[in-house]
């Protein structure tokens, strides 16, 4: 009853204030069934708003699950549903497509997910010379250091209290309950891979520098951040002279990404392969805390940790 009144004041609070020409107010960026239109660019994002929003928010993603995010491709629909979202997620400098897409279609509110948690260049993605993607670009990756991605959350969590006040306290709820989350995550990965054998992993695409920056883990990597990048001839051999000289056991391969390059890398060094997921698509029942729990299980197994 109370909600409801709420709701019917802010409807005519805004039908005022729209009298004297004045719109954007928050009561305007609900649907009809007064949800807010969340469009997020890819799954991460897609997993804040739902996680935080629940039932007050709609969330489209614009990757699919099973496609790979970096190199996505936007349809005419989707352009036109980011110009008309009521609060667009992205990460900029992440997928050229979103964007463009916000840039042409100009929504009437972005949360850029850099601007919640800086990016930085990490070392193994192209500061050796050679152009194997994204040479010195800053990395994107930021959420597989669940610190960085709890910052991420609380960016997305206030931006949604302003879009939509009248459930400012479901979203701070939320938000709180998944940074605990998060930090008891953070926790495991702590614990979980202090007393541990090696610290050098090798991965196909360079998606866990934030990770291994933040548990004193060293990536070694064969393509750079894009993962559709090709390593040059040269890149592959520092490759296999870093992978020798750091005692590395496995090779990396991931569920998006084609593991062709990783698994003949693995039979060339007599190593063993095993899946190290970046999260940047998911699916079949999983979330970002049960991938992140694999990975974890993956990295202990690499790397000879004891509990
Ligand atoms: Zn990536």
Redesign the pocket.
Known sequence: MTIALAATVAVAATAVVSGFGMVGSSAEERDANGRLDVVASFYPLEYLAKTIGGSHVQVTDLTAPGV???DLELSPKQVAAVGEADLVLQLKG?QPAVDAAVKQAAPAHVTDAAALSPLVEHSGTGEDGHDHGGADAPD??IWLDPSRYAAVAEGVGARLATADPAHAAAYRANTEALTAKLKALDADFRTGLKNCAGKDFLTS???FGYLADAYGLHQISVSG???EAEPSAARLAEVKREAREHGVSTVFTETLASPKLAETLAKELGLKTAVLD?L?GVGNGHDYFSVMHANLRALQDALGCTA
């Open positions: 790979e995010p970096h992440f994107p990756h695409h360079a998606a951040i894009d993962p970046p940047e």
